[in-house]
């Protein structure tokens, strides 16, 4: 039987570590226990929010209404030809995931090596690290709608997935829970290392004809050098998405800082690094308060310890003027705010 807990502790469940209470809280481990929440939400007219590894969520005062910390664990394959189709419970921890499907000798996952957080997350920012997103394995997946009870299956299409964006992180925002993740992987390895880390990084280990666990290797030994470890120091990841913006702004940009990194998309925008843009304003290594701009990757906001919420959020703020004023373009934030 469910058990809904009162005034807890939600701060231990982020890796931002900023402190903050769920007024009710359930743990769900099956698609019982979550209609159960559902409905005791229902009843008593109260929000509903979903909490997976707490990695992407920046907390900014105490939450009303009821928080699902998700714990649905399932894993089942099917191999058929060269195609490998995995379902996924969405509580999974995702770099686990990973783990598991590359000892297995199936491919397609590896550049997502490392990624904290939950399988449930992933389609929610269309995940995506070293040239790859989780939309290019992504098969279907299934979710529980909060208002009508009713569990629907959803294909790419439907999840209209884009850079670090699907339906979830929009119009389905909060109104309901994806319960399973299906992924096709595959037999025959289609390896992506187009990103320079990730090819230095070969080169180190002396690999000039590498297969799925190499990539895998590489990506995890890139991360664990550059990336702040959330258990040492907190942090959400990227606290804003690299800007798209229009070829011509690029070009003038570009001929006044010439040495600006982009990479041109297929539709013609051109993609910039917000962590280059933050770091040119003078913010890496800044401090507000507890919290601050990480010493190494400026695009990370950290907790350094104690640090609440709104102190973070002020110097994203002034950040994001900042790069407004001397760039003309304007930072996104990925992470959410609750
Ligand atoms: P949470 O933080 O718990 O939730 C994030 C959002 O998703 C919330 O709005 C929540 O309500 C919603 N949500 C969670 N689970 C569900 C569900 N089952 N159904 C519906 N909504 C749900 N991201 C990348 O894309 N690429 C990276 O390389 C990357 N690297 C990171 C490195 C570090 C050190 C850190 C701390 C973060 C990084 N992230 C990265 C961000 C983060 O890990 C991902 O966004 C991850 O998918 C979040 O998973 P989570 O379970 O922790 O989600
Ligand atoms: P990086 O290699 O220093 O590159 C900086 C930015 O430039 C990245 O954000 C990346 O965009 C872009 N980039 C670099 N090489 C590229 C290429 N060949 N083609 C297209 N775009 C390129 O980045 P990093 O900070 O060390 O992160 C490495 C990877 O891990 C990135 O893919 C990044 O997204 C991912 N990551 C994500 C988070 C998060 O919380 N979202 C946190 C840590 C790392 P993309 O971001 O579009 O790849």
Redesign the pocket.
């Known amino acids: 039987m469910l058990t809904i807990q009162h005034n807890i502790d939600l701060g231990e469940h982020?890796?931002f570590g900023c402190p903050a209470r769920a007024e009710h809280a359930a743990v769900v481990t099956n698609i019982q226990d979550l209609q159960e929440a559902v409905a005791y939400a229902r009843d008593k007219g109260l929000a509903i929010?979903?909490?997976?590894?707490?990695?992407?969520?920046l907390l900014t005062g105490n939450v009303a209404g009821l928080v699902i910390i998700?714990q649905i664990y399932q894993r089942a394959e099917c191999v058929d030809g060269h195609d490998v189709h995995i379902r996924f419970g969405?509580g999974e921890n995702?770099h686990d995931a990973v783990t598991w499907t590359v000892s297995q000798g199936w491919s397609g996952m590896e550049n997502l090596a490392l990624?904290?957080?939950?399988v449930?997350?992933?389609p929610?920012?269309n995940?995506?690290?070293y040239g790859v997103e989780q939309a290019s394995i992504f098969e279907e997946l299934e979710?529980f709608h909060f208002e009508s009870g009713e569990i629907r299956k959803y294909t790419a299409v439907e999840c209209d997935f884009g850079y670090?964006v699907s339906v979830?992180k929009r119009e389905l925002?909060?109104k309901?829970?994806?319960?399973s993740v299906t992924y096709r992987l595959s037999l025959d390895p289609k390896l992506v290392t187009s990103y320079r880390d990730v090819q230095e990084e070969l080169a180190a280990m002396s690999i000039t004809t590498p297969r799925t666990l190499d990539i895998y290797n590489a990506v995890v030994s890139v991360r664990t050098r550059k990336?702040?470890?959330?258990r040492v120091i907190g942090?959400?990841?990227?606290f804003f998405m690299n800007p798209v913006i229009t070829a011509e702004q690029a070009s003038e940009l570009l001929e006044k800082y010439p040495t600006m990194p982009n990479y041109p998309q297929s539709d013609g925008t051109v993609k910039v690094a917000a962590g280059w843009l933050i770091e040119q304003c003078g913010w890496k290594g800044a401090r507000n308060g507890a919290s601050g701009v990480h010493d190494r990757q400026a695009l990370v906001l950290v907790n350094h310890g104690g640090a609440v919420g709104s102190e973070v959020l002020e110097l994203a703020e002034k950040i994001q003027r900042s790069v407004a004023d001397t760039f003309g373009i304007t930072l996104v934030r990925e992470v959410?705010v609750w």
């Open positions: 982020t890796t929010r979903v909490l997976g590894g707490g990695s992407n969520v998700n969405s995702w990624i904290p957080g939950t449930g997350a992933a929610m920012q995940i995506g690290a979710a670090r979830f925002r909060d309901v829970m994806i319960t990336l702040p470890d959330p942090n959400a990841g990227s959410n």
